[in-house]
């Protein structure tokens, strides 16, 4: 006999939206069958395959022909994404730099820092 798959089954762990919650964020998930699942993924993705992969790409010296060609293609885009690019909503910073004042905030000054302040 046939059985049809299971689909009740909790694709989200709890923990992960309790973390969200407890983190004050939004997932990036939505509900089972609406428009939300996956968004962040998607755009990326989206964004990828407009910006690395298409025909014209700065990214892009020919044909890709080879799995070594695709994936200097993506080694190089996410190097450009994450430490080149700049993003309005990051008030025109990289990710990497928007990321490395988020932490640097948050621990304070550094221990040099401290510790130059003592010996002045």
Same mark, same amino acid.
């Given at each position: 006999m046939l059985q049809r798959p299971i689909e009740l089954a909790q694709?989200?762990?709890i923990r992960y939206t309790d973390t969200l919650t407890l983190e004050g964020l939004q997932p990036s998930i939505g509900s089972v069958g609406d428009a939300y699942d996956n968004a962040a993924a998607e755009t990326v993705m989206g964004l990828f395959k407009n910006e690395a992969v298409a025909k014209g790409s700065p990214f892009r010296t020919g044909a890709l022909k080879t799995e070594t060609d695709v994936q200097a293609i993506v080694f190089e885009w996410v190097h450009w994404y994450n *430490?080149?690019?700049l993003h309005s909503a990051l008030d025109h910073q990289t990710p990497e730099e928007y990321e490395q004042t988020y932490y640097d905030l948050q621990a304070g000054p550094s221990s040099d820092a401290a510790? *130059?302040?003592?010996?002045?």
């Open positions: 694709y989200t762990s *430490n080149e690019r510790a *130059n302040k003592q010996a002045a």
